[in-house]
């Protein structure tokens, strides 16, 4: 399968590379893929969890499941993704601002009324190549500016806050059996107590409903007994979550073979390439429609009018 499209991948723009270049690119994109399918499918059984113990219903929790890790890699997807941009480089500097490569190219001022379709087609993909000629994989003087500064912490906050919330399910998943002992215990101490309301509502199910996996109606219940068992284990859980959660952006912007590899060379060419043709057809269109404007005077324009209301 090729896990790479997941990602949305175009692996028609390595085309023109060396094969043994494209095969790495395509392995180290597809492990990526596998990475973010990985971390959906730990969503998905979380929010299971979660659904089962508040509704007590499979079908209810299998959609909701789906639903949810889908929505979670398809964030994942949009994070990571949008992170490919070469930032920090001469690469990344084109594409945060595509007029630098327009008007690197051609002036501001320039007529292109005449321009044929062949012309403005041969004249991006020259552009195009010029700008591959270029050394983009330099490092930038400047370094990180503070927008890819804030950025990344954004990314990296989306990403911690995830990990925790479907850690916990994972979690309870984990410790299942011991955390039902302790409602079982929870049920008899009650019980002796004469706490009904809490032995009925809480710790039995109701009439018609079977408990699935967790003994409990409330999820706070639950989260309460696993914080209280696991104390400062449950801490490094966490971390160990969010670790891997962070890892697929961490090998985006730390391994070379992605954060400067081909693919990301020959996207963004691609984009400032397709901006350039964009601009000069608006351009000539714009051009066009001046020029047939002002071939009518003002006096003319006014008579026309004035015909046709007539």
């Known amino acids: 399968m090729s896990w790479q499209l997941q990602l949305g991948i175009d692996i028609d723009l390595l085309k023109k590379s060396d094969p043994v270049v494209r095969d790495r690119q395509i392995w180290m994109l597809s492990l990526l893929s596998v990475m973010l399918i990985v971390i959906g499918l730990i969503c998905t059984a979380s929010t299971i969890l979660y659904v089962l113990i508040v509704f007590h219903n499979w079908p209810i929790a299998i959609c909701a499941g789906v639903f949810i890790g889908l929505v979670a890699f398809n964030l994942y997807r949009l994070l990571v993704m949008t992170a490919m941009d070469g930032s920090g480089t001469v690469l990344g500097d084109y594409m945060s601002d595509h007029e630098k490569h327009i008007f690197e190219q051609i002036d501001h001022n320039a ?108 999820l706070l219940l639950v ?58 057809s608006s351009r000539k269109y714009c051009q066009q429609l001046i020029a047939s404007f002002k071939q009518n005077t003002p006096g003319r324009f006014y008579q026309e009018t004035s015909v046709k209301e007539s």
């Open 111 to 218: 007529d292109l009324s005449n321009w044929p379709e062949e012309r403005i087609l041969e004249f991006s993909a020259r552009a195009k190549q010029q700008l591959r000629e270029k050394p983009l994989m330099d490092k930038l003087k400047s370094g990180m500016n503070a927008s890819s500064v804030l950025t990344m912490t954004i990314r990296v906050l989306m990403l911690s806050v995830m990990a925790l919330i479907f850690a916990t399910g994972i979690e309870i998943y984990i410790f299942k059996d011991q955390i039902n002992s302790v409602m079982s215990h929870l049920k008899e101490a009650y019980q002796e107590t004469g706490d009904i309301w809490m032995v009925n509502n809480i710790l039995s199910p109701e009439e018609g409903d079977d408990f699935y996996i967790i003994q409990s109606n409330s």
């Open 223 to 280: 989260l309460e007994v696993l914080s209280e068992g696991l104390g400062y284990w449950k801490l490094l859980l966490d971390i160990l979550f969010m670790i891997l959660f962070l890892i697929p952006l961490a090998i985006v912007f730390r391994s070379k073979e992605i954060s400067k590899g081909e693919y990301i060379k020959e996207w963004v060419l691609s984009s400032v390439t397709i901006s350039l043709y964009h601009y000069l």
